[in-house]
């Protein structure tokens, strides 16, 4: 059975960096790209960037929201994708949600709350 | 940027009655690369229909999508109770990728 584990959120102030993580079981999370998605509080979902696989160059594209502050990395000997926010905003105050695949998210973490305040 | 327009807002309906739920690009979308994700309350969205038109493993054949170009439609035939929730399109035909901002399906 595939699953997506996320990890890594919380309370942060303005201005810091906070990392989230994204393993999963049942698949080798190698094979594919990742992506990231968030919503924030009473908003619909908004789509952050992925990661291709190494296979396809791991090369990255970010939403105009996030370029410049958010990166998207990955370890696979490690199974794990990364979503590394610095700058942090208000505005960033969302759930944050992984999933499988660039283009066809068929699989999805269970989101991580980040808040954003001071 | 492809701006996704979906209506209604809301749609209030009772199970067993049959939902169409629209959303319009505002430019093509490319190969119809246009997906349907249904979200509930604190759980993860959850693909139901993808290329416009084929439904993800798993998902019920109650749920059918088509359309192509700009104007596509989520049809759901007979609602069940677990089907309300909010439904949200989604275009990966270009970049930056970009959603819907939902349709709400609530019990009447």
């Known amino acids: 059975d595939v699953q997506l584990v996320q990890s890594g959120g919380g309370l942060v102030q303005p201005g810091r960096s906070l990392r989230l993580s994204c393993t999963a079981s049942?698949?080798?999370?190698?094979?594919?790209?990742v992506s990231w998605v968030r919503q924030a509080p009473g908003k619909g979902l908004e789509w952050i960037g992925f990661?291709?696989?190494?296979?396809?160059?791991?090369?990255?594209d970010y939403a105009a929201s996030v370029k410049g502050r958010f990166t998207i990395s990955r370890d696979d000997s490690k199974n794990l994708a990364y979503l590394q926010m610095n700058s942090l905003k208000t505005a960033d105050t969302a759930v944050y949600y992984c999933?499988?695949?660039?283009?066809?998210?068929?699989?999805w973490g269970q989101g991580t709350l980040v808040t954003v305040s001071s | 940027e492809i701006v996704l327009t979906q209506s209604p807002g809301t749609l209030s309906l009772s199970p067993g009655q049959r939902a169409t739920l629209s959303c319009r690009a505002s430019?093509?979308?490319?190969?119809?690369?246009l997906a349907w994700h249904q979200h509930k309350p604190g759980q993860a969205p959850r693909l139901l229909i993808y290329?416009?038109?084929s439904r993800a493993t798993g998902i019920p054949d109650r749920f059918s999508g088509s359309g192509s170009g700009t104007d596509f439609t989520l049809t759901i035939s007979r609602l069940e109770p677990e089907d309300f929730a909010v439904y949200y399109c989604?275009?990966?035909?270009?970049?930056?990728?970009?959603f819907g901002p939902g349709t709400k399906v609530d019990i009447k």
């Open positions: 999933t499988r695949g660039r283009l066809r998210f068929d699989y």
């Open positions: 049942g698949l080798n999370l190698g094979d594919y790209a």
């Open positions: 990661i291709r696989s190494k296979a396809y160059g791991g090369t990255t």
């Open positions: 430019q093509s979308v490319s190969s119809n690369y």
């Open positions: 290329d416009a038109s």
């Open positions: 989604q275009q990966y035909g270009s970049s930056p990728f970009t």
